[in-house]
């Protein structure tokens, strides 16, 4: 079974709207973090935000805020008022505490429409 | 500061050729990390090191070498480099749980 899952290859948002990118993400383990990254055509991978097992709140970085809902595993990316420098491809990732390094599932690709 | 820095950019190998990409970082960080990552696909990890002198692999470890030469550079090697191995090729390296990345390096092999 995949240990991070994205099931929407691709999205489209009308500029100013908000959008979410679904994620979920099976482990055994209780504690774990969870990641979403953001690679811009340019290619380089930019940390957006990060949201501990154990944290009581939903992690929130400017306009992205992260869904958490533990029970079903999930991890929903939520970008408010979409820009046009949003369009990017976004990855979720694990990091488990056996394994020091992050599980990517194979990304969304999201493009913001004027 | 620098980050996490890669070289080189670019390079374009013929099958058998070997290489070094080398990576790296300026933020005193202690793990360090090789990934690829393949067309429309996440990263997946090919080595990474917990500290100096040390290094384990990851998922995908075949073809590839690593060394961590001191807390600043981990490189990874291709012996003999095979169409498979053309990717993205990114380093990153993490204090805490965020993972810093360089800016990859994109290989060919023909």
């Known amino acids: 079974a995949q240990k991070i899952t994205q099931t929407q290859p691709g999205m489209f948002v009308q500029e100013k709207e908000a959008v979410t990118l679904d994620c979920t993400y099976d482990t055994s383990d209780q504690s774990y973090g969870l990641f979403w990254y953001k690679q811009p055509s340019s290619g380089e991978m930019i940390f957006l935000i990060y949201q501990g097992s154990y944290d009581e709140q939903n992690a929130t970085e400017g306009r992205y805020s992260l869904n958490f809902q533990k029970a079903r595993k999930s991890a929903n990316l939520v970008i408010s008022a979409s820009q046009l420098g949003d369009s990017a491809m976004y990855f979720c990732?694990?990091?488990?505490?056996?394994?020091?390094?992050?599980?990517f599932g194979s990304g969304t690709r999201l493009q913001v429409q004027p | 500061n620098a980050g996490v820095t890669q070289t080189p950019k670019f390079q374009v190998l013929k099958t058998g050729q070997s290489m070094t990409l080398q990576c790296a970082q300026d933020m005193n960080h202690n793990s360090m990390y090789w990934y690829r990552q393949d067309p429309g696909m996440g990263l997946r990890l090919i080595y990474y090191s917990a500290s100096e002198g040390t290094t384990d692999k990851g998922e995908v470890p075949n073809g590839y070498n690593v060394s961590r030469l001191n807390k600043r550079e981990f490189s990874l090697r291709l012996e003999s480099a095979a169409p498979s191995q053309t990717s993205v090729y990114f380093c990153?390296?993490?204090?805490?749980?965020?993972?810093?990345f360089g800016p990859g390096t994109r290989l060919t092999v023909l």
């Open positions: 990153a390296s993490s204090v805490t749980y965020e993972q810093f």
């Open positions: 990732a694990m990091r488990e505490p056996h394994r020091r390094a992050l599980t």
